[in-house]
T-cell receptor, first 116, second 110 residues
C-alpha cells in the first residue's frame, strides 16, 4: 500500500540541534505539502512544493526552517537550532494535482518532534 | 485569522445518536472538505463539497454548505464508538492550499 510515508514517527532533540523530517508522497503524486499541528489545534500550512521547486513557503518561519523536494528521493523538512516552541506534529500530504483542482489531500501519519 | 471556526470545540454523545459539527469561514471558496483524525494519527479525507453544491451524502455522513452564510455542517448519523475522533473542516479557494479549522473533538460513549 503506497500511502504517504513519513519518518521518523517520533523524534527527540535537544535545544540547538537539527531536526530532519522526511516524506515520500504517494506513488504518482508530484505535489507535497507540509503542515504543523500543535496539541489540541488544527493544522497550519507551512510550505507547498513540487519536484525541485518551492511553490509557496509563506507559512514557514523565515529563519531556521527549510524544505526541499529533490528530483530523486523524499521531501525533507529541516529545522535548524531547534527550540522548545518547535515541538509539534509535522504532517506531510500529497496530491496528484493542485488542491484547487482535485481537492483531496492524502496525509501521512506525521512526525512528532519533541524538543527538550 | 485565515482559519475557519468550528463549533462545538468538543461534543460528547451516546452511541446511536446523531452528531452535528459546524464550520464557518470568512472568504470565498472553491470547495470545502471534511477530514477525520484519530488520536495520534494522520488526517483522513471524508468528503468534499464544491461551492455550487448544497448537500452531499456519503454513507452515514451528510454535509451541507451555505455559501451565503459562509458555513458548512457535518452530520454523522447513528454514531458509533469508532466515530470518536477529531473532525476538521478545510477550505480551498482554488489555490493550492487547504486552510484548516480548529476542529471538533467528538466522543461517542458506548
Amino acid at each position: 500500500n503506497a500511502g504517504v510515508m513519513q519518518n521518523p514517527r517520533h523524534l527527540v532533540r535537544r535545544r540547538g540541534q537539527e531536526a530532519r523530517l522526511r516524506c515520500s508522497p504517494m506513488k504518482g503524486h508530484s505535489h507535497v505539502y507540509w503542515y504543523r499541528q500543535l496539541p489540541e489545534e488544527g493544522l497550519k500550512f507551512m510550505v507547498y512544493l513540487q519536484k525541485e521547486n518551492i511553490i509557496d513557503e509563506s507559512g514557514m518561519p523565515k529563519e531556521r526552517f527549510s524544505a526541499e523536494f529533490p528530483k530523486e528521493g523524499p521531501s525533507i523538512l529541516r529545522i535548524q537550532q531547534v527550540v522548545r516552541g518547535d515541538s509539534a506534529a509535522y504532517f506531510c500530504a500529497s496530491s496528484p494535482d493542485r488542491t484547487g483542482n482535485t481537492g483531496e489531500l492524502f496525509f501521512g501519519e506525521g512526525s512528532r518532534l519533541t524538543v527538550l | 485569522s485565515q482559519q475557519g471556526e468550528e463549533d462545538p470545540q468538543a461534543l460528547s454523545i451516546q452511541e446511536g445518536e446523531n452528531a452535528t459539527m459546524n464550520c464557518s469561514y470568512k472568504t470565498s471558496i472553491n470547495n470545502l472538505q471534511w477530514y477525520r483524525q484519530n488520536s495520534g494519527r494522520g488526517l483522513v479525507h471524508l468528503i468534499l463539497i464544491r461551492s455550487n453544491e448544497r448537500e452531499k451524502h456519503s454513507g452515514r455522513l451528510r454535509v451541507t454548505l451555505d455559501t451565503s452564510k459562509k458555513s458548512s455542517s457535518l452530520l454523522i448519523t447513528a454514531s458509533r464508538a469508532a466515530d470518536t475522533a477529531s473532525y476538521f473542516c478545510a477550505r480551498s479557494d482554488s489555490s493550492y492550499k487547504l486552510i484548516f479549522g480548529s476542529g471538533t473533538r467528538l466522543l461517542v460513549r458506548p
